[in-house]
């Protein structure tokens, strides 16, 4: 677990006068302790074991406590450290105060001093594990343990070389001097036992905070066992190499609060986390074979023997641990109903395999989807289609060969990745068209089995890709094909996506804040007058390689990464604005624009169309939106609400691309649109087809009696606009009446009193001018727009 943040008055720890003192105790400490280490002939200088000594014991403390007093970060386990430091600190210049001159025999025991020297140890303990469970919040059984086998390893060591020597040597006095001189080396061991525990539970993170801590905690045990064997020897003097020592403890227990961590330390991971109790473990073992040749105190032999206990608990959890995390990894892998693998599974597996794909052979990505699950789900139960995967699962699992990968990509969808040494697209298709029918036999899902139909789609790495994402993909593109033409197998044809390949997408979602979208403007122009009556707002992308990109293949690709609504919002926006703007000039212009069925059934978009309607301030009914008439295969009661919504806030509506399919009358009837536009393949035929002209004159009548004009796009041709105004048009739009232009170019087209139309040639594919006569296609800014 990370470390918790810290307070913002950690920061004071990185102060300078913070750092100048930090830096001024540690130097006063290291003098002192090397002065120890010097040999003066045996004339020591007398200063440095009284007033310089307790001047740096005073100033340690006082950096102790400074920590505590300032920073709120771990206060409670901060002020039990400094505390039992000047506890220590108090003692000892107690001690030098009255018994410095005096002869050993002649000292109390116990003392004032010796309180305050045991002092130290209970609130290093209760510091040492406040702090610990400060930085890991939650520990785990394994941590307990490590914690457990590393803290009666090094008792057991350090009761070993220690503790038999010093309990002989302190008993045999009264009773308050031998519990005093007990309490020492008992003390020593206990908090070296918590020190190792305490690194332990914080998983021996490299953090100098633990280690400094750690190591000023050893070099007090290491002190103090000197000095008590110094004392059964008669051979301690002051400023000797001890007192440096203990010196040192407490320094580096000192400057370990002090230290200003801007990140979080990482904690050892892997084998070297589990190395630690394993040495610890051996160090206990040692212990025990060293007491079969000599005797040792029966404390060191119970740490020790406790140590090895704790150890086999620890490695009988490790086992179970591994086993589990096994499972886990197996469960994280597998796909619950069908039994293959999932998405991870391939995610890892086709990298390694494109990469190590030999010479000559082939790498075909088969996505497998059963059809019609959804509608299988709602008849007969989400029970049953559960069923149908789960048997599909386990016929591939027994079809397929041992080093095939299959993987259920989610839905019902199953991906099939198998290396082919040598095929052809034609044969690789043809072995899959067999495994399907494999997989496709009745299913018992239910009353009765059910017959299952399979769609695939193939690709084949590295003649179609070389990449994970881009063999995929085009897997994906081809399946889609197969779906839209009921065929069985497909495989991923290249020319299928055109210049627009899947490479374009990553650039699309940078396309708005790149500012690459540009809105141009047709338009739609009224037949007996020939004056525009509105302009249809189109979107276009101009990509910095690519070029242009026109607005429907541009909606297909804003549609296969989420962007539609986004893009219809950009649209929106800037023709409402360019709108306003020319309504300001005086040119009574509506604006249209197209949005999609998702657009339709936005919930939020009638709400955001009147926000921006009242922000450029333009009459509602200004704005027609166009909408594909795919809108009428949708739930009627769902669109009619949806689109009852628009029409409330005074927006037209307009049903686009009428004609491409077979609609309903019927629903057109029911749908609370303003105007009908007929699509150019409905309307194109009538001019060399009587039956054909028949047909579009009886959709205009029907438009015309429910009140809605109809417009034609796509008007090429004089022939054309001439027949869709016998059949009673109300107007057109396309390249005969104008082509699409930017917004400079618009302003420029209104403001020209003489605006010359474009004919479009079809035999060439050019343009030509023709100079606007009285009954031309201008419009006069004063004229009011017809209705």
């Not at 040692?286 to 105190?297: F, Q, R």
């Not at 699309?508 to 047709?522: D, G, I, K, S, T």
């Amino acid at each position: 677990m990370a470390d918790p943040a810290p307070d913002t008055d950690l920061t004071v720890l990185g102060s300078p006068v913070y750092r100048a003192a930090k830096i001024s105790v540690g130097t006063l400490g290291v003098a002192y302790a090397l002065s120890t280490l010097i040999p003066f002939d045996g004339q020591r200088p007398a200063f440095l074991d009284t007033w310089f000594y307790s001047a740096v014991l005073v100033a340690t403390s006082l950096l102790a406590l400074a920590r505590p007093i300032l920073v709120r970060h771990n206060r409670p386990a901060w002020t039990c450290v400094g505390a039992g430091i000047a506890s220590w600190a108090a003692g000892d210049i107690y001690w030098s105060a009255n018994f410095a001159s005096a002869e050993a025999s002649e000292i109390p025991v116990p003392s004032l001093a010796d309180v305050f020297y045991v002092g130290l140890y209970p609130l290093a303990y209760v510091g040492f594990i406040v702090l610990a469970r400060a930085t890991v919040r939650r520990l785990p059984a394994s941590v307990w343990l490590d914690g457990v086998v590393t803290s009666l390893a090094v008792g057991a060591v350090f009761s070993a070389v220690t503790l038999t020597d010093l309990l002989s040597s302190s008993t045999g006095g009264a009773l308050g001097e031998t519990v005093t001189n007990l309490s020492y080396p008992i003390g020593d061991l206990v908090l070296m036992v918590v020190a190792v525990a305490a690194l332990a539970m914080v998983r021996w993170r490299t953090d100098p905070v633990w280690w400094l801590l750690g190591l000023g905690a050893a070099a007090f045990a290491v002190a103090d066992t000197a000095y008590l064997f110094g004392l059964a020897g008669d051979t301690y003097e002051d400023g000797t190499w001890i007192d440096g020592t203990w010196m040192i403890g407490l320094v580096l227990m000192a400057l370990a609060g002090s230290l200003f961590r801007r990140r979080p330390v990482d904690e050892v991971k892997g084998f070297a986390a589990l190395l630690v109790p394993i040495l610890f473990s051996l160090c206990a073992l040692a212990v025990l074979i060293v007491g079969t040749l000599v005797p040792l105190h029966p404390v060191s032999i119970v740490m020790a023997s406790g140590c090895l206990v704790a150890a086999g608990v620890r490695t009988a959890l490790t086992f179970e641990q591994t086993r589990e995390l096994t499972r886990t990894r197996v469960e994280a892998a597998t796909d619950e109903l069908s039994g293959l693998g999932n998405r991870r599974v391939l995610d890892s597996a086709l990298p390694g395999m494109l990469g190590s794909l030999p010479p000559g052979a082939a790498l075909p990505l088969t996505i497998v989807s059963v059809d019609h699950l959804r509608e299988m789900n709602r008849t007969l139960g989400y029970t049953a289609g559960d069923m149908i995967l789960h048997t599909v699962g386990s016929r591939l699992r027994a079809a397929l060969p041992g080093d095939a990968v299959a993987v259920r990509l989610g839905g019902a969808e199953i991906a099939i990745l198998r290396t082919v040494a040598a095929g052809t697209p034609e044969s690789i298709g043809r072995d899959t068209a067999l495994l399907l029918r494999s997989l496709g036999g009745p299913v018992t899902a239910g009353p009765v089995p059910v017959q299952i139909e399979l769609s695939a789609g193939v690709a084949i790495a590295p003649g179609h890709a070389t990449s994970s994402a881009e063999l995929i993909h085009c897997a994906a593109d081809a399946l889609h094909e197969a779906k839209a033409n009921r065929s069985e197998v497909e495989i991923y044809d290249p020319s299928l996506r055109g210049d627009l390949s899947s490479h374009l997408l990553p650039d699309l979602l940078r396309a708005v804040e790149n500012e690459q979208l540009f809105v141009y403007y047709q338009p739609k122009v009224e037949l007996t007058t020939r004056r525009p009556v509105a302009l249809e707002a189109l979107l276009r992308w101009r990509h910095p390689v690519y070029g242009w990109i026109e607005a429907e293949p541009l909606q297909r690709l804003a549609a296969q990464v989420g962007l539609t609504r986004q893009l219809t919002r950009v649209l929106l926006l800037s023709a409402m604005q360019s709108c306003a703007t020319w309504r300001r000039k005086g040119y009574d212009l509506g604006v249209a624009a197209d949005i999609s069925v998702a657009d339709v059934l936005d919930s939020h978009l009638p709400y955001d169309v009147a926000k921006m309607i009242n922000k450029v301030g333009m009459p509602p009914a200004a704005l027609t939106l166009e909408i594909a008439e795919e809108v009428l295969l949708v739930d009627a009661r769902r669109t009619a609400t949806a689109l009852g919504q628009f029409r409330h806030f005074g927006v037209r509506l307009c049903l686009d691309h009428y004609g491409r399919s077979a609609p309903s009358l019927t629903r057109l009837r029911s749908m609370p649109v303003d105007e009908l536009k007929l699509d150019p393949s409905f309307v194109e035929p009538m001019v060399n087809s009587t039956q054909d002209a028949v047909v579009v004159r009886s959709t205009v009548e029907l438009a015309r009696s429910l009140g809605m004009p109809t417009i034609v796009e796509g008007v090429a041709s004089p022939d054309l606009r001439d027949a869709v105004a016998l059949a009673g048009c109300f107007g057109v739009q396309g390249g005969l009446s104008g082509e699409p232009m930017s917004a400079d170019s618009l302003q420029s087209w209104l403001a020209s009193p003489h605006r010359v139309p474009v004919e479009y040639q079809p035999a060439t594919g050019q343009h030509h001018h023709t100079q606007a006569g009285p009954g031309g296609w201008g419009v006069d800014p004063a004229a009011g727009r017809h209705r």
